[in-house]
């Protein structure tokens, strides 16, 4: 790999320069939200830097005035929406299975890419941009950053690794508190909990402090900045893929509902949800 690269996707883009990559997220849904193409192309991306030995540390940020808006619902539901809706057999549910395995293949690579990822959110990181921040080392905000876990407003439990990577980093209440609630918070609360390192004045502000923190970084044995990251994951890997399954195995049997049906009715209408809990 050339010391400057770019290799562009349709839900992202991703640049390297003097050991550190920068991958962007950009859509091709409203506020960068993740449709199929992302959850194909984040895995094929994050193996790259992974074996890529000039790349020692990874910048993830979003293109635009967003992080993440999170799952592109509307744009999945081919995917989705047979698995989803209505009385499912066994072959349904078992693919519905295998689908959520490879959307936790994503945030998964990210978790498990040997070279430390720092998250730089700005503007809205929602749901699935949770999760995947939730999967890098670092997490970097600008005061104009706001989160949410909302899967719960769309009747559906988070299965792509929050609910698992969360309490590691912001401990078990609040995690309990964002996936109950659906709130949102913003940076300062962020801050408060744990969620993010640091909030900066401004995008511009943030994007630079996450480049010099990569360079410092960068700066160091890369394959004892590697080891730490391995020391530190071997703490939580195993139970993390443990309660992973347990979240895809639980989806595959539950997700289908009423009550998914009226969040994916009243999304399209534009209204409020009236769940029934069938």
Request: proline share 4%.
């Amino acid at each position: 790999m050339p010391a400057v690269m770019s290799n562009d996707y349709r839900s992202l883009t991703w640049e390297c320069a003097d050991a550190v990559a920068e991958v962007v997220l950009r859509g091709p849904g409203k506020g960068n939200a993740m449709g199929p193409d992302f959850w194909r192309e984040v895995p094929e991306v994050f193996t790259a830097l992974d074996q890529d030995e000039t790349v020692r540390v990874v910048i993830l940020r979003g293109e635009g005035k967003q992080f993440s808006y999170g799952l592109d619902v509307m744009a999945m539901m081919n995917e989705l929406g047979p698995l989803v809706m209505g009385e499912l057999g066994a072959a349904s549910r078992a693919r519905l299975l295998e689908l959520i395995g490879q959307m936790q293949r994503a945030t998964n690579r990210i978790a498990h890419c040997r070279k430390p990822v720092i998250a730089a959110v700005h503007g809205w990181c929602i749901g699935g941009g949770l999760d995947v921040i939730a999967a890098c080392d670092i997490r970097l905000c600008s005061a104009d950053a706001r989160f949410s876990l909302r899967e719960v407003k769309l009747a559906i439990v988070a299965d792509i690794g929050s609910l698992q990577r969360l309490p590691y980093i912001i401990g078990e209440g609040h995690t309990r508190e964002l996936a109950f609630t659906g709130k949102d918070i913003d940076a300062a609360h962020a801050l408060r909990i744990g969620l993010v390192n640091t909030v900066y004045d401004s995008p511009e502000a943030l994007l630079d402090a996450a480049r010099q923190m990569a360079r410092d970084i960068a700066a160091n044995p890369p394959l004892v900045v590697q080891g730490i990251k391995q020391v530190m994951n071997y703490r939580t890997d195993s139970a993390v893929a443990d309660q992973l399954r347990y979240a895809a195995v639980w989806n595959a049997a539950f997700l289908p509902s009423a009550d998914l049906a009226e969040a994916i009715a009243a999304l399209s209408e534009r209204r409020a949800p009236r769940f029934q809990g069938e």
